[in-house]
């Protein structure tokens, strides 16, 4: 079976000893021992254990024909809409069980090297046999990855470019080909923002959009997370200081962690390379393999679930203090139905609109996800300020778990009921609300659902311009041309 448990991937990324970093110290020993990773592991256990558990399986795993195994949902290329549809199902079931808050569930980048293998003859040889391994063998192991795309962030001015500098090696900031060698390239410099960077199996590496003055900066591949010279450096870690999963019930299980990703002449084998300084390749590489649809699908099907979610908390808070006769409270609430109802439908009107390309895979519509991603990373905010001016001080009068059994236990229990909940089920609650939006986990989920594909204000550009807009010109034409008389 190529389905793994949850204690086989932890084992796993124990065994690999990948080079962490985290609050100035390398993690020595097992990484599922550490406090600021012990949470998120376990959770992503959880999720490869529902592959085994019977009322889950048929909707997480699917028979493959070349291994005759069963494997994860998000390897298996989608031919039919019905196959998106069960694809939709499956990401949800899993984004269910953080409240769509681990935001790199393994499905997101498996669909990544799904989409880019099952589209291998855009690739030249030998690079498309290069990412038909890659996948054969993630399928098979049920490998996960963590992935960097964008360089560090030390001067976007749109008139520097890194490359036209003369450098020597320790010059170098954004990750480049320093060398080519018979076994492979060798890369030196960082990359940003390896969510879950040292706890994949792997690491994709995608090339950074736009273009490049500079054929050293064009290359994609993936390598095992332990490969030498490759460190992760981490934020600093919010579920360190979680204790409970009653006073931090999100930071305490879903902390993904973020990090800088150094590649120390790191050596990159040919047969895990399959991008090398093909311009070409490269600046047409997500519109033709399909990659932004397939990775929006992803996407677009947990920020359902989060939003689901959202309106689950508020909702819960409007009735538990009584707030929710309020017309401008009903008025909030049904912003947050109206995002809800929106994004569903858009998700829905992707399936409707899908079609295949000519690598057989079914594509669902690029239009609503797009509108969907733009839209929504503009949103979220606003739905974080809406639990906000909901929960008011409820959010900061918030004691603890151990508050409650201490001698003060009897004047909280008094003073912090509620009209529909008891104080202590009450200020679970609220904490909940707390954790998903005011904590350091909640701020970075605002941040996350910001940058989520990008900057928003070149996504919103990319949907204009690739939006096809002549329908509406000519209609307007038209109907100028009608009041001329
Ligand atoms: C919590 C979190 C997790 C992330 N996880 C990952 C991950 O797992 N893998 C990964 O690869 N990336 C990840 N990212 C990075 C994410 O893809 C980037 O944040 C996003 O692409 C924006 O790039 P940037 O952060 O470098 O912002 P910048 O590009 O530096 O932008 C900073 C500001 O300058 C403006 N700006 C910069 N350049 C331009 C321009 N050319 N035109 C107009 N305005 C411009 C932007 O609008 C913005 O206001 C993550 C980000 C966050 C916040």
Request: proline share 4%; charged share 25%; hydrophobic share 40%.
């Given at each position: 079976?190529?389905?793994?448990?949850?204690?086989?991937?932890?084992?796993?990324?124990?065994?690999?000893?990948?080079?962490?970093?985290?609050?100035?110290?390398?993690?020595?020993?097992?990484?599922?021992?550490?406090?600021?990773?012990?949470?998120?592991?376990?959770?992503?256990?959880?999720?490869?254990?529902?592959?085994?558990?019977?009322?889950?399986?048929?909707?997480?795993?699917?028979?493959?024909?070349?291994?005759?195994?069963?494997?994860?949902?998000?390897?298996?290329?989608?031919?039919?809409?019905?196959?998106?549809?069960?694809?939709?199902?499956?990401?949800?079931?899993?984004?269910?069980?953080?409240?769509?808050?681990?935001g790199r569930s393994p499905d997101y980048i498996n669909t990544a090297i799904m989409t880019l293998a099952t589209s291998h003859t855009y690739f030249d040889e030998p690079y498309a046999t290069s990412i038909k391994t890659i996948y054969n063998e993630s399928k098979k192991k049920d490998l996960s990855f963590t992935h960097t795309f964008i360089n560090p962030?030390?001067?976007?001015?749109?008139?520097?470019?890194?490359?036209?500098?003369?450098?020597?090696?320790?010059?170098?900031?954004?990750?480049?080909?320093?060398?080519?060698?018979?076994?492979?390239?060798?890369?030196?410099?960082?990359?940003?923002?390896?969510?879950?960077?040292?706890?994949?199996?792997?690491?994709?590496?995608?090339?950074?959009?736009?273009?490049?003055?500079?054929?050293?900066?064009?290359?994609?591949?993936?390598?095992?997370?332990?490969?030498?010279?490759?460190?992760?450096?981490?934020?600093?870690?919010?579920?360190?200081?979680?204790?409970?999963?009653?006073?931090?019930?999100?930071?305490?299980?879903?902390?993904?962690?973020?990090?800088?990703?150094?590649?120390?002449?790191?050596?990159?084998?040919?047969?895990?390379?399959?991008?090398?300084?093909?311009?070409?390749?490269?600046?047409?590489?997500?519109?033709?393999?399909?990659?932004?649809?397939?990775?929006?699908?992803?996407?677009?099907?947990?920020?359902?679930?989060?939003?689901?979610?959202?309106?689950?908390?508020?909702?819960?808070?409007?009735?538990?203090?009584?707030?929710?006769?309020?017309?401008?409270?009903?008025?909030?609430?049904?912003?947050?139905?109206?995002?809800?109802?929106?994004?569903?439908?858009?998700?829905?009107?992707?399936?409707?609109?899908?079609?295949?390309?000519?690598?057989?895979?079914?594509?669902?519509?690029?239009?609503?996800?797009?509108?969907?991603?733009?839209?929504?990373?503009?949103?979220?905010?606003?739905?974080?300020?809406?639990?906000?001016?909901?929960?008011?001080?409820?959010?900061?009068?918030?004691?603890?778990?151990?508050?409650?059994?201490?001698?003060?236990?009897?004047?909280?229990?008094?003073?912090?009921?509620?009209?529909?909940?008891?104080?202590?089920?009450?200020?679970?609650?609220?904490?909940?609300?707390?954790?998903?939006?005011?904590?350091?986990?909640?701020?970075?989920?605002?941040?996350?659902?910001?940058?989520?594909?990008?900057?928003?204000?070149?996504?919103?550009?990319?949907?204009?311009?690739?939006?096809?807009?002549?329908?509406?010109?000519?209609?307007?034409?038209?109907?100028?041309?009608?009041?001329?008389?």
């Open positions: 079976m190529a389905i793994i448990t949850g204690k086989q991937y932890i084992n796993r990324i124990d065994d690999l000893q990948n080079e962490v970093w985290i609050e100035g110290e390398r993690v020595e020993g097992k990484l599922s021992l550490h406090p600021a990773f012990r949470g998120i592991l376990k959770s992503k256990g959880l999720l490869y254990d529902m592959q085994h558990d019977p009322s889950a399986q048929s909707v997480l795993t699917r028979t493959d024909n070349e291994c005759d195994e069963l494997i994860n949902f998000s390897f298996k290329q989608p031919v039919t809409m019905e196959d998106l549809q069960k694809r939709k199902e499956a990401i949800q079931l899993w984004a269910r069980k953080s409240g769509g808050t681990i962030q030390a001067n976007r001015s749109p008139h520097y470019f890194e490359s036209l500098q003369e450098q020597t090696k320790e010059q170098i900031i954004a990750a480049k080909i320093i060398e080519k060698k018979e076994q492979g390239i060798v890369i030196h410099g960082a990359r940003l923002l390896a969510t879950q960077g040292g706890m994949t199996d792997e690491i994709l590496v995608l090339p950074v959009g736009g273009d490049t003055l500079d054929d050293n900066y064009i290359y994609a591949f993936a390598i095992p997370s332990n490969t030498p010279g490759l460190r992760f450096l981490c934020r600093e870690p919010y579920a360190s200081q979680a204790t409970s999963s009653y006073d931090h019930p999100f930071t305490y299980q879903f902390d993904e962690i973020d990090s800088v990703v150094v590649f120390d002449h790191v050596l990159v084998p040919w047969e895990r390379v399959f991008i090398y300084q093909q311009k070409d390749i490269v600046r047409r590489l997500s519109i033709d393999t399909n990659l932004t649809e397939m990775l929006l699908f992803q996407a677009i099907s947990r920020q359902v679930v989060k939003t689901e979610f959202l309106l689950g908390i508020c909702e819960s808070i409007a009735t538990t203090i009584s707030v929710h006769e309020y017309q401008h409270v009903q008025d909030k609430i049904s912003e947050v139905i109206t995002t809800f109802e929106i994004m569903k439908s858009l998700l829905e009107s992707s399936i409707n609109g899908a079609a295949p390309n000519r690598f057989g895979t079914m594509v669902p519509a690029r239009n609503p996800l797009m509108v969907a991603s733009t839209y929504y990373q503009k949103t979220y905010p606003r739905l974080i300020e809406i639990l906000h001016l909901l929960g008011a001080s409820g959010l900061i009068a918030l004691p603890t778990e151990n508050d409650f059994s201490s001698s003060i236990g009897a004047d909280l229990h008094q003073y912090l009921q509620a009209k529909n909940a008891k104080a202590k089920e009450r200020v679970q609650l609220f904490r909940l609300a707390w954790d998903l939006t005011m904590s350091p986990f909640g701020s970075r989920q605002t941040q996350y659902e910001r940058f989520f594909f990008g900057d928003p204000i070149r996504q919103s550009s990319y949907l204009y311009q690739a939006y096809d807009k002549s329908f509406f010109i000519k209609q307007i034409k038209e109907f100028l041309k009608n009041c001329t008389t």
